[in-house]
């Protein structure tokens, strides 16, 4: 098994380096210029050395192999050193356009909001979806399988920046008992800054769980009603198991394997954060990193932010593989 | 109108309250109001308007940084760091024009405690002229050459050739002093590499920077180093960016989560709707920001081929001063301004619409629409529909005109009413509408820039960068025709070229006095007008929203919105 996910990380990386290549080059040829969001009154001589103060004049292989350079050497050199406390490089590590800050200081203060709301927000419709699809299939036809159908179908069709803005106008601006925009300084220092949090969480989390709800319930109970109908549940009944060791040991593992998967490939969206909901609550995560250096055409933080999120995927297949094996002793990695 | 005297009463009040209240000192005390929340939907990158030319990060490094002088809300200098306006008249300007003279104000302490002193404009003049920075304000500082500082207090700016108007560097909140100690070690192509300085800017304003978070939020500290003790009057200011307009203006009209909330270009009755509930108020100023519509004096026609758009080519139709008068005629300006912009809008038959004394006041009655009018003149030139298709020709050139701005809802609109007038006159129109990245970011490798032009007419908006318009009309000048030679940049997009204008500008940049320069500029603008070179539309105002709660607020188009936050405070109830 070891030698089998070693394989397959060796495997990885000539994939990583041609979809750096392929995402360097469309965001190289698509039209757009960093310098098109500063006002018309700054002539364009200065906005040529600006350019060139960037490097954005080198030609395109310059700026690639620079960049693949940064990212595999400077970067993870950095890292390291700071992890130890050792005296920092003075190689140009990989610099914003907008910000003119490291894309990698720029990801890790992105992070924890985009952890703990789209994270959350994962577990818990994780959560949910799992008891709602397997009672769901159990009860298949009953009012409960209705309404739970229903609100899976719900939480498909209704895009966030729909359910985004019916709960600010219902909690926000009727009630008011919400607020409409996360405050990403807030700290929780104590009860009364936590109540806070919770406050300002509650509103981007429904409607990012709802959809990772929908999802993984539709998943799950079909899974379910497939092994519902196998004879090994028949022959667990006629042996005298109890419904429930029938139910959760026998029919809800092995459903859980394509279920399993369908959740580990969706993990590593949650570190590219959602990019709508984040932009209705001013969440301010990766996601939203990821969409405003894209109006902004700051390649290298596009470039970085894709790169990590293709490696993570790749990962979490990775993962999603091996954890096969621990659920199904059938498969082997030989 | 009723705004703003309130407006001008609050100030009023504000400005008097120390000298009443001298008395108290609880209330005249830095922080008594705790904190301000403002949100700002483009949030800011860096605190340095050095590196950034974009208004956002101005206006936030404006609560920190500070310039020598500031613009008022009329467009008037006002005397900020610097003891007084330098003017011939007091000597600060030498008689040859050659020199400025700035003095700054004594006891001026940076927030780390060091005293301010010439020798930081001398460094902040550097820093913005050291090759390979990449400096956004690098126009500003064009034509100086050296900064002298005789003593602490006094910094000479000295020009290559008399400068009529010399207030370019350290006036308004792009130039503001940077402190020399702590940039010391970020000129030129070491810059973009000061994270640390360009996040965090050492000051001389009533706020620091605490906590500096790109493109996200900002938490200012007030600046206990402030020169007026009484100020400011909130502790804390929470700067928060992102989300979009309508949920800025819902934050400060419809939640009450903020107290400020920045440049809400919304739908007039949608912003109406959101005011009606009463929790805020709505505040517009203008400057000078102009919707216009540009005509192209060469033929943009494919079949050029490397020819297309150059002046060897002049265009068919449009280099008709017929054909352009009747366009203009056929809008009706008014409508445009309501239907796009509301009370944020007004119409415009000037370029330079303000301050007051440049505003040319020879082109009133522009705004009526005469579509019959137009259709005579069209006749009367010999633009004929011949065929009758509907569409009028002269030879075999026929008034099909492709029409083309940014994407935007508001400008699509104009250019559906535009194309519905200029129909009624016998012109066809194509529209195209072009993501606003690719129509203003000047890519010479693209074929849809606003420079490179391809198309009849376009529509975007311009603005003079400060009160003295003379860079701005020096837009119209032939030599700034982007052309294949210029590798397709230059603010002359209509390819227009008039020696007579090229010469009165030539007097202008030759001119001192404002009267005298005022007269000149009122000259061009009535010649580009007049020309129907360009057909100004709206007067855009700056609009923002504050919370009922919030006193001292004076919108300020001129200058950064947040330019007197040190007199701002929370209204009691």
């Known amino acids: 098994m070891l030698f089998y996910a070693l394989r397959r990380l060796a495997f990885a990386l000539p994939t990583l380096l041609v979809i750096s290549l392929a995402v360097f080059a469309l965001m190289a040829l698509a039209p757009g210029d960093p310098m098109a969001q500063l006002p018309l009154t700054i002539p364009a001589e200065v906005r040529a050395e600006m350019r060139s103060a960037l490097g954005l004049d080198a030609p395109f292989h310059v700026r690639y192999g620079l960049w693949l350079w940064q990212l595999v050497v400077v970067e993870p050199r950095v890292a390291l050193e700071a992890l130890l406390g050792l005296e920092g490089t003075d190689a140009p590590r990989i610099l914003s356009w907008q910000t003119r800050a490291p894309v990698f200081q720029l990801i890790a203060q992105r992070l924890p909001q985009t952890l703990t709301v789209v994270g959350l927000a994962y577990l818990l419709g994780i959560a949910v979806a799992l008891p709602l699809g397997i009672w769901s299939a159990y009860r298949q036809n009953s009012t409960f399988d209705r309404a739970g159908n229903a609100i899976a179908l719900l939480g498909v069709a209704v895009p966030p920046f729909f359910s985004g803005a019916v709960l ?73 198991l109890s419904e429930r060791a029938v139910l959760m040991g026998q029919a809800a593992r092995t459903s859980l394997i394509p279920v399993v998967s369908v959740i580990a490939l969706g993990a590593p969206q949650v570190f590219a954060g959602a990019i709508i909901t984040e932009q209705i609550f001013g969440v301010n995560g990766v996601g939203q990193l990821l969409i405003s250096s894209i109006r902004a055409s700051d390649l290298p933080t596009v470039q970085t932010i894709t790169m990590l999120l293709a490696a993570l995927i790749i990962l979490a297949n990775l993962l999603a593989d091996l954890a096969y094996g621990l659920l199904d002793p059938r498969v082997r990695y030989d | 109108m009723k705004t703003s005297v309130f407006a ?124 390979g920075g990449g400096c956004a304000q690098m126009d500003k500082f064009r034509g100086l050459i050296a900064v002298d500082t005789p003593d602490d207090l006094t910094a000479i700016l000295r020009f290559e050739a008399p400068r009529p108007y010399p207030y370019g560097a350290f006036v308004g909140p792009q130039t503001p002093i940077l402190q020399a100690a702590q940039f010391a070690d970020c000129l030129g192509p070491n810059a973009p590499g000061c994270t640390a300085q360009n996040f965090a800017p050492i000051g001389t304003g009533p706020y620091m920077v605490a906590d500096f978070r790109p493109n996200d939020a900002v938490e200012f500290v007030l600046n206990p180093a402030y020169r007026d003790a009484t100020k400011p009057a909130f502790a804390t200011v929470l700067f928060k960016g992102g989300t979009d307009a309508n949920a800025a203006g819902r934050t400060v009209l419809e939640t009450g989560e903020f107290d400020y909330a920045w440049n809400l270009q919304l739908a007039p009755e ?170 203003f970011g000047g890519d010479p490798g693209s074929a849809d820039t606003m420079q490179k032009f391809y198309a009849d007419i376009e529509m975007y908006a311009g603005a003079s960068d400060g009160p003295d318009p003379e860079a701005y009309l020096s837009t119209w000048a032939c030599g700034r025709a982007p052309t294949p030679e210029s590798g397709w940049q230059g603010s002359n997009p209509a390819r227009w070229c008039d020696p007579a204008y090229d010469a009165l500008l030539e007097t202008l940049s030759q001119t001192a006095g404002l009267s005298e320069r005022a007269a000149i500029a009122r000259q061009l603008n009535d010649m580009v007008v007049q020309n129907d070179v360009v057909v100004p539309l709206v007067d855009r105002g700056r609009v923002s929203a504050h919370a009922n709660s919030l006193g001292g607020v004076q919108i300020n188009a001129w200058d950064s919105e947040l330019w007197n936050i040190a007199d701002w405070y929370r209204l009691p109830g």
């Open chain 1, 168 to 240: 600010i106008y219902v909690f926000s601006i009727r009630l008011e008992w919400l607020p409409s925009i996360y405050d990403t300084t807030l700290s929780v220092t104590d009860w009364n800054s936590l109540w806070e949090q919770a406050r300002q969480m509650l509103l981007p989390v429904a409607v990012l769980s709802l959809q990772t709800t929908a999802q993984i319930t539709r998943y799950m109970r079909a899974a379910m009603l497939d092994a519902l109908g196998q004879d090994y549940v028949r022959a667990a009944r006629a042996k005298g």
């Open chain 2, 8 to 131: 001008g009463l609050v100030a009023a009040l504000v400005a008097i309250a120390p000298v009443c209240l001298t008395g108290s000192p609880a209330q005249a005390q830095q922080g008594r109001d705790g904190e301000v929340r403002i949100l700002y939907w483009q949030a800011p990158s860096l605190l340095n308007p050095y590196l950034s030319g974009g208004i956002k990060d101005v206006e936030a490094a404006s609560l920190v940084l500070e310039p020598l002088a500031r613009l008022s809300p009329e467009g008037q200098m006002l005397p900020w760091l610097a003891q007084d306006i330098p003017t011939l008249d007091n000597h600060g300007i030498s008689a040859d024009l050659m020199q400025i003279t700035w003095r700054l104000k004594p006891g001026l302490t940076w927030s780390d405690g060091s005293a301010v002193t010439a020798r930081d404009v001398q460094f902040t003049f550097q820093y913005c002229t050291a090759p």
């Open chain 2, 270 to 439: 949608v912003l109406q709707a959101m005011a009606a509930r009463g929790k805020g108020q709505v505040v517009t100023a203008f400057s000078t920001l102009v919707e216009r519509i540009t005509f192209n004096f060469t033929d943009p026609d494919p079949a050029l081929g490397d020819a297309r758009a150059t002046r060897g080519h002049p265009h068919p139709a449009l280099v008709d001063p017929a054909v352009r008068r009747a366009l203009a005629m056929a809008l009706d300006r008014a409508v445009m301004t309501q239907i796009g912009y509301g009370p944020s809008g007004r119409t415009t038959c000037n370029i330079v619409p303000a301050p007051p004394i440049y505003a040319s006041q020879a082109n009133a009655g522009c705004a009526t629409q005469d579509l019959e009018g137009a259709r005579a003149l069209l006749d009367k030139a010999g633009w004929i529909d011949t065929d009758g298709d509907g569409v009028r020709q002269r030879g075999t050139v026929h008034l099909r005109l492709t029409f083309q701005t940014s994407t935007n809802a508001v400008r699509q609109n104009f250019q559906l009413l535009a194309k519905d007038w200029w129909r009624q006159i016998g012109v066809d129109t194509q529209l195209r509408h072009i993501n606003a990245s690719v129509f």
